[in-house]
T-cell receptor, first 111, second 113 residues
């Protein structure tokens, strides 16, 4: 069974600070996705990481993938309040193509 | 910009009633997914279609849930009878094909009383 674990599950950080969210998964996969979800809303795609060593950046967020370590990171630089949301990582299921999601990291950025 | 459409956005029903959700994927997307997201958790796959065929419904509670995609375009997910534990957000997603990026609709928030 494919397991996807995120940590931390809850994160409160001050504006201007840096932090990293970690996503570990239990099976080989070359595809990892990061999504953002605002309260009561659907999922917004942030990054699609398709190979070992992939690094993508958008604004204050940067995601990377290490398929050998089965680890992805989402790094937040100089956090701002607008980044407050829940962030999910997801990996393709081992037996098919649907996504297995982590439990999410609930991020709160405070002044 | 093309989007996945879902309706209704919100549904309140009583236990033992029947409910149905509709999803219209992005035009040309052959793969359609229904996920259920319980509050505070990540989405979990209920059923995956490739065109009109079911690819994976291993996590679909088939005694009460059914899903169809008759013409390989839009899809309906039905629950009969609804139970209290079915209260959740039901998300539809579509992709060009398997192994392609999935795009999510706005979801249907179901509350069972």
């Amino acid at each position: 069974e494919l397991k996807v674990e995120q940590n931390p599950l809850f994160l409160s950080m001050q504006e201007g600070k840096n932090y990293t969210i970690y996503c570990n998964y239990s099976t080989t996969s070359d595809r990892l996705y990061w999504y953002r979800q605002d309260p009561g809303k659907s999922l917004e795609s942030l990054f699609v990481l398709l190979s070992n060593g992939a690094v993508k950046q958008e604004g204050r967020l940067m995601a990377s993938l290490d398929t050998k370590a089965r680890l992805s990171t989402l790094h937040i630089t100089a956090a701002v309040h607008d980044l407050s949301a829940t962030y999910f990582c997801a990996v393709d299921k081992d037996s098919g193509y649907a996504l297995n999601f982590g439990k999410g990291t609930s991020l709160l950025v405070t002044p | 910009e093309a989007e996945v459409a879902q309706s209704p956005r919100y549904k309140i029903t009583e236990k033992s009633q029947a409910v149905a959700f509709w999803c219209d994927p992005i035009s040309g997307h052959a793969t359609l997914y229904w996920y259920r997201q319980i509050l505070g958790q990540g989405p979990e796959l209920l059923v995956q279609f490739q065109d009109e065929s079911v690819v994976d419904d291993s996590q679909l509670p088939k005694d009460r849930f059914s899903a169809e995609r008759l013409k390989g375009v839009d899809s309906t997910l039905k629950i009969q009878p609804a139970e209290l534990g079915d209260s959740a957000m039901y998300l539809c997603a579509s992709s060009l094909g398997a192994h392609n990026e999935q795009f999510f609709g706005p979801g249907t928030r179901l509350t069972v009383l």
